[in-house]
């Protein structure tokens, strides 16, 4: 089973920084086959990247993902005040697993 | 608009079997181009990926939950299943169904539905 690690657990910004978050796989991801989701209290998780780079539909362009092989990252350009929840990565080629989470607070 | 709605029982005892089903609207799960995943969330943790299912009746399933775990299909009335035998404290969770349209990230979600395993 790949296990993903996230780092950090808690990243405290401001609104209109830079969010920088990391995600580290086990073994290597398979096609970059990983993917983000946002989630808020109270919500259902929202998907934002696939395929590692790959912005899903509706999603803004400050939303960037990158990576391969073992080290993946989501970069948040500016952080909107909507932005500060819950991150989680995910990887699909080799079965299904999701890293631990990311917590964007505000500083 | 494709929508997913899970519903089942709230409250299940221990060592019974959790049922939930998962009803998609506004769309076909008999679509070629869609699996469909159940997906938990313990209290106040992370996500687990439960198990997925493609409309013919195959199935992926987490390694840790395999032996407990079937997941099946309906498309005569559009929907897919979750059960989950010999449940304890830990499988108290909310529950989710998802779509998975690229080749396993899920890019819609039901609203979730919270299961307490006691007596």
């Known amino acids: 089973e790949i296990v993903l690690t996230q780092s950090p657990g808690t990243l405290s910004l401001s609104p209109g920084e830079r969010a920088t978050l990391s995600c580290r796989a086990s073994q290597t991801v398979i096609s970059t086959y990983l993917a983000w989701y946002q989630q808020k209290p109270g919500q259902a998780p929202r998907l934002l990247i696939y395929?590692?780079?790959s912005r899903a539909t509706g999603i803004p362009d400050r939303f960037s993902g990158s990576g391969s092989g073992t080290d993946f990252t989501l970069t948040i350009s500016r952080l909107e005040p909507e932005d500060f929840a819950v991150y989680y990565c995910q990887q699909y080629g080799s079965s299904w697993t999701f890293g631990q989470g990311t917590k964007v607070e505000i500083k | 608009q494709v929508q997913l709605r899970e519903s089942g029982p709230g409250l299940v005892k221990p060592s019974e079997t959790l049922s939930l089903t998962c009803t998609v609207s506004g769309g076909s799960i008999s679509s070629s181009n869609y699996y469909w995943g159940w997906i938990r969330q313990p209290p106040g943790r992370g996500l687990e990926w439960i198990g997925t299912?493609?409309?013919?009746?195959?199935?992926y399933y987490n390694p840790s939950l395999k032996s407990r775990v079937t997941i099946s299909v309906d498309t005569s009335k559009n929907q897919f299943s979750l059960k989950l035998t010999s449940v304890t404290a830990a499988d108290t969770a909310f529950y989710y169904c998802?779509?998975?349209?690229?080749?396993?990230?899920?890019?819609?979600w039901g609203l979730g539905t919270t299961v307490t395993v006691s007596s």
């Open positions: 998802a779509r998975d349209s690229h080749g396993g990230a899920f890019d819609i």
């Open positions: 299912i493609f409309y013919t009746g195959n199935t």
């Open positions: 395929g590692a780079s």
